[in-house]
């Protein structure tokens, strides 16, 4: 389960995808 940064400064839960194809990670949760 990662967390995602974006430019907007939002955080966005539960992303399954690779992190470089949305964004910057900010968490890595088991």
Same mark, same amino acid.
């Given at each position: 389960?990662? /967390? /995602?940064? /974006?430019?907007?400064? !939002? ?9 470089? *194809?949305?964004?910057?990670? *900010?968490? !890595?949760?088991?």
């Amino acid at each position: 389960m990662y /967390y /995602y940064k /974006y430019t907007d400064s !939002h955080v966005v839960l539960d992303y399954l995808w690779e992190p470089e *194809v949305f964004g910057t990670v *900010v968490f !890595h949760l088991d």
